[in-house]
């Protein structure tokens, strides 16, 4: 299938010819679904941590904390298009227009921007906004007063006004409060203050952005820094960096032939958020929060936000001291059979290590086995109570090896023609709200390569298409799903208000995301 300058197409991008190669197997046999043995929940895969232990292991991730590298990992890569897809939908009916629509049919034939118009005063960027329409000589009262809505957002999407349709959610304004106005970076510095401060005062965040907003995230962090490193008594040490190339995977046309582009060359495409686990691999620290960048809140939200975030780094520091202090047992003693029990013990009750696999292992076998299911980066996982929300579950599942294990499962990962697979799924009792801490050095102090902890097996293909044509494209496996399959997982539950994701625009109306205005 692939030709000589496909060939060198595919090494110019820094990939390698084998994977393209298994990337086209993939397109033709599929991925397998997982296999689900069981819903993880309270008490079965999923910890519970009470009010007084939440306070206790706070104070103890400020203490233990000391002396390590903390960073911030947040994914901010793409458009915010999906956020306004309700108002892209409204702009292109040729009968939305303002001598056919007045709010009263807005609100029949499209409730979603009806609401929009009618909150437009409690958007964090309607003054931009307005200072946008005056600047083409218009006001925009006037403009929602004659129902000429597809040109209120005309200026809100467009190059024309605030072009949000084209940016990234990072840059756009999330949070008005009396005296300014918050991006969703803005409020990452703000939180990464809390939490993230190293022992001389520096934060250390890290962003993915797409290379055509980067300059854009760079100007903005240049903008504001001093002010909140004057604020919070902190200095930023913010690094980005791009998902690379050499992590886009091959598009298939139907077939599952190589797409081609109009001149023959190769089709790629980024390859999904799996692919950052390269840019994670990539960074120096101790510890790593990840947490997506729509889902942040304003200031009177963040003292209980972090502290959920503080117990459960809390929480991974003391597991982290004493899976080092069994490392260092197995690498250095001879164990006597308690011993050895006591650590598969911890490894079964405290990390949710399946240890079936060392019965009848002598105790030399036992004792190497332990040592490398002990020596993996680690993840705490928080979880929330299922609301209703989209989004992956914590789960039991068996992989191919028949070994159990904790992972992160998204719906389009389970055979729901399978009555049991489906049963399982269906009685999920929490989901992922993306809330990471994790562990990626060793007890030596070294790093973890986090690309041998990957299951390529469970990656995902889906519909695209180009220029008019259907392909089929392939995404790697999810950041924190199949990407983070081999680490040690522990869930723990979160409250639902560490959860405030913006997925649509009218998203920044609910409460979370409000600011009283008069204090």
């Given at each position: ?217 760079k100007s903005l962090i240049d903008r504001v820094r001093g002010i909140y490193e004057k604020r919070y008594h902190v200095t930023y040490s913010v690094d980005f960096s791009v998902q690379k190339a050499s ?201 973890f390569d986090l690309t041998r902890y990957v299951d390529e097996s469970t990656g995902f293909i889906t519909k695209k298409s180009k220029d008019g044509r259907e392909l089929r494209a392939m995404e790697l ?43």
């Amino acid at each position: 299938m692939l030709t000589t300058k496909d060939h060198e197409q595919i090494l110019s991008r820094g990939a390698d010819i084998r994977s393209v190669l298994d990337q086209l197997s993939r397109f033709r046999e599929g991925f397998p679904f997982m296999n689900l043995t069981a819903p993880a929940t309270l008490g079965n895969g999923i910890i519970r941590l009470g009010g007084d232990e939440v306070r206790d292991l706070a104070r103890s991730y400020d203490e233990v904390k000391r002396g390590l590298r903390i960073l911030k990992f947040v994914p901010a890569s793409g458009a915010a298009t999906r956020m306004f897809r309700d108002l892209f939908e409204f702009q292109s009916d040729p009968e939305a227009s303002a001598s056919t629509m007045d709010h009263k049919g807005l609100a029949e034939k499209y409730p979603f921007v009806a609401a929009f118009i009618s909150e437009l005063d409690r958007f964090a960027f309607t003054g931009q906004l307005r200072d946008a329409v005056r600047k083409q000589g218009k006001d925009l009262h006037i403009l929602l007063d004659d129902h000429d809505y597809r040109t209120v957002i005309r200026y809100l999407l467009d190059p024309v006004g605030l072009n949000y349709a084209s940016l990234p959610k990072g840059l756009i304004s999330f949070h008005r409060y009396p005296d300014e106005v918050r991006t969703a970076l803005e409020e990452h510095l703000v939180e990464g203050a809390d939490y993230c401060r190293g022992d001389d005062g520096t934060v250390l965040l890290h962003f993915t952005v797409s290379p055509e907003h980067m300059e854009a995230f760079k100007s903005l962090i240049d903008r504001v820094r001093g002010i909140y490193e004057k604020r919070y008594h902190v200095t930023y040490s913010v690094d980005f960096s791009v998902q690379k190339a050499s992590t886009d995977t091959l598009a298939v046309d139907m077939n599952n032939e190589p797409f081609r582009n109009p001149d023959g060359s190769l089709l790629f495409r980024p390859a999904g958020h799996g692919a950052l686990i390269e840019n994670l691999n990539d960074l120096n620290a101790d510890v790593i929060f990840i947490k997506n960048i729509d889902n942040i809140v304003p200031d009177h939200l963040k003292p209980e936000n972090s502290l959920y975030k503080k117990a459960l780094g809390g929480y991974l520091l003391n597991l982290r001291k004493s899976i080092f202090s069994f490392l260092k047992k197995l690498e250095d003693t001879d164990l006597t059979g308690s011993e050895l029990q006591e650590i598969e013990i911890f490894a079964r009750d405290r990390l949710f290590i399946d240890t079936k696999f060392l019965e009848g292992l002598d105790a030399e076998t036992r004792k190497r086995e332990l040592y490398r299911a002990l020596n993996r980066p680690v993840r705490i996982c928080g979880m929330v109570r299922n609301e209703g929300e989209p989004g992956g579950g914590p789960f039991w599942v068996k992989n191919v090896n028949g070994k159990v294990s904790l992972q992160v499962v998204e719906s389009s990962q389970v055979n729901m023609a399978d009555h049991e697979q489906k049963m399982h799924f269906q009685k999920a009792t929490h989901f992922n709200p993306v809330d990471l801490v994790c562990l990626i050095r060793d007890h030596h102090g070294n790093k973890f390569d986090l690309t041998r902890y990957v299951d390529e097996s469970t990656g995902f293909i889906t519909k695209k298409s180009k220029d008019g044509r259907e392909l089929r494209a392939m995404e790697l496996p999810g950041l924190w799903n199949g990407a983070m399959a081999d680490w040690i997982t522990v869930f723990a539950e979160v409250p639902l208000i560490t959860f405030n994701p913006v997925k649509t625009v009218n998203d920044l109306l609910r409460k979370e995301h409000q600011v009283s205005l008069g204090h």
